[in-house]
Nanobody
Framework: QVQLKESGGGLVQSGGSLRLSCTGS????????MCWYRQVPGNERERVAC???????VYAETVEGRFTISRDYAKKSLDLQMKNLRPDDTAVYYC?????WGQGTQVIVSS
């Protein structure tokens, strides 16, 4: 059974940083494109960043230059380093690969 689990969310002030991590069981991260999404209640889920098996990355325009997606091979995790956070980054953040999703971790950025 495949499970993805996000961690690292929390409350941070505007301009602050957070690092999210996604770990999994029953699935290999290294040979798949993996993504972070986020969702605000009432809005569609938005793709934030993705990383391919050969480590190419793509970012939403709204986070370009502030967020960095990476794999940690030692921890077997997918990470999202978020810097210079803004109140409009507030959302539930999800880890995704293929048709699998985690349950999300809440990020709240206060002004």
């Amino acid at each position: 059974q495949v499970q993805l689990k996000e961690s690292g969310g929390g409350l941070v002030q505007s301009g602050g940083s957070l690092r999210l991590s996604c770990t999994g069981s029953g699935i290999s991260f290294n040979d798949k494109t993996m993504c972070w999404y986020r969702q605000v209640p009432g809005n569609e889920r938005e793709r934030v960043a993705c990383i391919t098996p050969d480590s190419r990355t793509v970012y939403a325009e709204t986070v370009e230059g502030r967020f960095t997606i990476s794999r940690d091979y030692a921890k077997k995790s997918l990470d999202l380093q978020m810097k210079n956070l803004r109140p409009d980054d507030t959302a539930v953040y999800y880890c995704q690969t293929q048709w699998f999703w985690g349950q999300g971790t809440q990020v709240i950025v206060s002004s």
